[in-house]
């Protein structure tokens, strides 16, 4: 099959003003446009990067998010944790008071009185329970105090991975963000950059799905002319793997967040590729893309930075990147 008329012309202009920046910007290159093969495989290899970048950026970004999460559950429990040491605490300091003032366990007057040799082993029992009672308070102190500094080491390795996870994400969003500028700019240039409608109403889906497969299409073709935003989960704007996860919750399925998490947690529902069924996950080789097919040769998806959300036809470009499908 042959690439859209217009995807075609504008994939190859991107490629072209993209291929001659970089040939001017190499000492002794020659001045000469490059074969429109020659620019295709450039703009290919282009979004690829920009692709894996994004994910890597979704990745540690859900990767701080998870260690993050877990920090604050585990915190609000170290905090009912260290109520109840401190009352058990409290406990024990008045009781130790209460020794200081009146002696252990109050008067022994009791045990002296020869004529009541029953009140005797009675206050002997009691005596006996409340001994028993202080050195539980004084055990379950101890042991409250030794799994508080166990769980604050715990939080504190837990916290630490956090903010390396975030260091990360960081690092990886300066580098996406340093090419959706190239991208931006030279897009504009050329007349192609689309800014998407975050509130635009789609377009009715009215394809072959069934079930909750339908569902997530019908999802997903209302989002047809919103922005691409990497790291996007809408509702305004989405990235490729955040409108497939969108898509699928709207039908009660919970997909990972990034591509390669999808991918992996379809491991056992793979299906072939002459075998697609509308609402199955597309992937592409690298995994740094993917997208919903929609049946009749058609894919939904979120492209690129520039452009929109959209539903394309799987022709010989997308067949020749796509490395398998998954099956939610």
Same mark, same amino acid.
């Given at each position: 099959?042959?690439?859209?008329?217009?995807?075609?012309?504008?994939?190859?202009?991107?490629?072209?003003?993209?291929?001659? %920046?970089?040939?001017?910007?190499?000492?002794?290159?020659?001045?000469?446009?490059?074969?429109?093969?020659?620019?295709?495989?450039?703009?290919?290899?282009?979004?690829?990067q920009a692709d894996q970048?994004?994910?890597?950026?979704?990745?540690?970004?859900?990767?701080?998010?998870?260690?993050?999460?877990?920090?604050?559950?585990?915190?609000?429990?170290?905090?009912?944790?260290?109520?109840?040491?401190?009352?058990?605490?409290?406990?024990?300091?008045?009781?130790a008071v209460n020794d200081?003032?009146?002696?252990?366990?109050?008067?022994?007057?009791?045990?002296?009185?020869?004529?009541?040799?029953?009140?005797?082993?009675?206050?002997?029992?009691?005596?006996?329970?409340?001994?028993?009672?202080?050195?539980?308070?004084?055990?379950?102190?101890?042991?409250?105090?030794?799994?508080?500094?166990? /769980?604050?080491?715990?939080?504190?390795?837990?916290?630490?991975?956090?903010?390396?996870?975030?260091?990360?994400?960081?690092?990886?969003?300066?580098?996406?963000?340093?090419?959706?500028?190239?991208?931006? /700019?030279?897009m504009r240039r050329l007349?192609?950059?689309?800014?998407?409608?975050?509130?635009?109403?789609?377009?009715?889906?009215?394809?072959?799905?069934?079930?909750?497969?339908?569902?997530?299409?019908?999802?997903?073709?209302?989002?047809?002319?919103?922005?691409?935003?990497?790291?996007?989960?809408?509702?305004?704007?989405?990235?490729?793997?955040?409108?497939? $996860?969108?898509?699928?919750?709207?039908?009660? %399925?919970?997909?990972?967040?990034?591509?390669?998490?999808?991918?992996?947690?379809?491991?056992?529902?793979?299906?072939?590729?002459?075998?697609?069924?509308?609402?199955?996950?597309?992937?592409?080789?690298?995994?740094?893309?993917?997208?919903?097919?929609?049946?009749?040769?058609?894919?939904?998806?979120?492209? $690129?930075?520039?452009?929109?959300?959209?539903?394309?036809?799987?022709?010989?470009?997308?067949?020749?990147?796509?490395?398998?499908?998954?099956?939610?």
């Amino acid at each position: 099959m042959v690439v859209a008329a217009a995807t075609w012309r504008g994939r190859t202009a991107a490629a072209l003003a993209l291929a001659s %920046v970089a040939l001017a910007a190499t000492p002794g290159a020659a001045l000469a446009d490059p074969s429109p093969a020659q620019a295709r495989a450039r703009l290919v290899k282009l979004n690829e990067q920009a692709d894996q970048l994004v994910e890597r950026y979704n990745r540690a970004t859900e990767t701080y998010k998870t260690a993050k999460k877990k920090y604050d559950a585990l915190n609000a429990e170290l905090k009912g944790k260290d109520a109840r040491a401190d009352d058990l605490r409290r406990d024990l300091v008045t009781l130790a008071v209460n020794d200081y003032q009146f002696g252990p366990f109050g008067s022994w007057a009791p045990l002296t009185a020869p004529d009541n040799p029953g009140a005797v082993l009675g206050t002997m029992a009691s005596l006996d329970e409340m001994a028993r009672a202080r050195a539980a308070k004084a055990r379950a102190y101890e042991a409250a105090i030794k799994e508080l500094r166990d /769980r604050h080491g715990e939080a504190k390795a837990i916290l630490a991975a956090a903010e390396a996870a975030r260091r990360k994400a960081r690092t990886e969003q300066a580098k996406v963000d340093k090419m959706v500028t190239t991208q931006t /700019r030279l897009m504009r240039r050329l007349g192609l950059f689309r800014t998407g409608d975050p509130d635009s109403p789609g377009i009715q889906y009215a394809g072959p799905a069934s079930g909750n497969a339908r569902t997530a299409l019908e999802f997903a073709f209302a989002q047809v002319g919103k922005p691409y935003r990497y790291g996007g989960t809408g509702p305004g704007s989405f990235d490729c793997s955040g409108l497939a $996860q969108a898509a699928w919750r709207s039908a009660g %399925v919970s997909l990972p967040r990034t591509t390669y998490d999808q991918w992996g947690w379809g491991a056992g529902r793979r299906v072939p590729m002459d075998k697609l069924e509308p609402g199955d996950l597309l992937f592409s080789k690298g995994l740094g893309h993917m997208g919903l097919y929609a049946g009749d040769g058609k894919m939904v998806h979120a492209p $690129q930075t520039g452009d929109v959300v959209k539903v394309v036809d799987l022709d010989d470009y997308w067949r020749t990147r796509l490395l398998g499908a998954v099956r939610p």
